[in-house]
């Protein structure tokens, strides 16, 4: 029996909706300068196997895919073969909301979804970020068009804790280390903040982004180790305990580790650092508060960080010379802080999980990426602040997470033909 196109649609809007009927999405809300409606949609149809499957009739399921196409035809805007998806407008009478309920009543579809005008994403939503001073000079907000960092790498910091109820850390934290007890979280070691610096240190790398709360990190996702290095409230930690606690965070899955002590000149750093460099991951130490030259020593295998100003000038404070690897921001640095609030702090100790973030976004972006090659990246694309390249006094200059990211994309090392 011939039966007409039209009959047919009726008969299979009939049957979807009496004998498999569709759960009804969710209310589109628009979020004015974040997700906006267009007046049209994105369609997908179901596949013919799909429809097979609901239906049991291969008959019955091409007269589906015939259906859903015709029922879309007359306000049908443009067509996506590769994926199969049509961008439609929506019809006189019908909002984003009613129309999408509508088709997806007739069972015909697997989406009907507004085709939402968005807006980048470059400048997250937490309330502090327009004081961190620091995102501009690193043009944070520039790499954030690249990309904002994911879980898939760990930053460890070895001092005095994180506070693990902080609202802008407390997801992204992974079981951590005592080393002055000696005792792994997961057997009872205690990881929780004795002081205050580690959590201001662990949110200057990687506060959660995006999130409406607080301040924001170099990376926005990025998984934390605590790795508390001492049981003093006053945070002061034997040198041992500080450098045992990064190799076991390195063993333990951290990719870039840091800390924000004093000691670096002392050689048991390069030590370290040659070991967590044979292990995959990368040691950063910070310069120091004292405004020393550091001129009598290089390390092969640390990274050590120094503090500029928010003119781009060496800190008043920080330490330079020969040692000094890269400078980071370090001067009034707002971030988390012990019992979930906020401070702005300043030192070496604050530029150096800046820097840490910058590292880790670059190897989060493409985790293939050696110690080594992670390294080149970040120092050949610093920022140069005194004498061309590397230089006695500020290394290879400030660092900038965009530029990194930059060539990181780009898959070609700086300075490398």
């Known amino acids: 029996m011939r039966i007409s ?14 004998a498999s009927p569709q759960a009804q999405p969710s209310r589109f809300i628009e979020k004015p300068g974040v997700l906006e409606f267009s007046g049209m949609m994105i369609v997908k149809p179901h596949s013919f196997s799909t429809l097979v499957q609901k239906t049991g009739n291969s008959a019955f399921a ?15 805007l443009e067509y996506h073969d590769e994926v199969d998806e049509y961008i439609v407008a929506v019809p006189k009478g019908f909002d984003e909301n009613t129309y999408s309920e509508r088709l997806m009543g007739t069972g015909y ?3 009907v979804i507004p085709n939402w005008i968005v807006y980048p994403v470059t400048d997250p939503n937490d309330p502090l970020y327009p004081q961190q001073w620091q995102h501009v000079n690193i043009a944070s907000a520039k790499a954030w068009d690249i990309y904002t960092g ?7 910091f070895t001092d005095t804790g994180v506070d693990h109820l902080h609202p802008d850390l407390l997801t992204s934290l992974v079981p951590g280390y005592n080393s002055a007890s000696g ?8 990881t929780s903040d004795i002081n205050g610096h580690g959590t201001h240190v662990a949110g200057c790398a990687a506060a959660i982004g995006n999130n409406l709360i607080g301040v924001v990190g170099v990376g926005w996702n990025f998984k934390i180790m605590p790795i508390r290095v001492t049981n003093s409230p006053g945070g002061s930690a034997s040198l041992d305990d500080l450098l045992e606690g990064a190799r076991w965070a390195v ?18 750093i390069q030590t370290t650092g040659a070991y967590i460099r044979s292990k995959g991951g990368l040691y950063l130490y910070a310069a120091g508060n004292s405004s020393t030259n550091l001129s009598w020593f290089d390390y092969p295998d640390v990274v050590v960080v120094g503090a500029t100003d928010p003119n781009d000038n060496r800190a008043w404070f920080s330490s330079y010379g020969k040692a000094v690897d890269v400078f980071a921001p370090g001067t009034d640095i707002w971030s988390t802080y012990i019992g979930g609030g906020y401070a702005a702090l300043s030192g ?6 800046i820097a840490n973030g910058v590292f880790a ?3 989060s972006f493409n985790p293939k990426l050696t110690s080594q090659q992670v390294e080149l990246i970040v120092e050949r694309s610093c920022d140069d602040l005194g004498a061309k390249g590397n230089d006695s006094t500020y290394g290879w200059g400030r660092v900038n997470s965009f530029k990194a990211l930059k060539s990181a994309r780009a898959g070609k090392l700086p300075g490398i033909p």
């Open 150 to 156: 994911t879980s898939n790498i760990i930053c460890a």
């Open 183 to 190: 005792q792994a979280e997961s057997d009872g070691g205690d």
């Open 62 to 76: 091409l007269m589906s895919q015939i259906a859903s196409r015709m029922r879309i035809l007359s306000n049908t």
């Open 5 to 18: 196109l039209g009959l047919s649609c009726s008969v299979l809007t009939l049957f979807w909706c009496t």
């Open 251 to 268: 063993d333990h899955g951290a990719k870039v580790i840091s800390a924000s002590y004093s000691g670096v000149e002392y050689s048991t």
């Open 348 to 353: 070496t100790s604050m530029a150096t999980p």
């Open 109 to 111: 579809y697997e989406y």
């Open 361 to 363: 976004i670059v190897w």
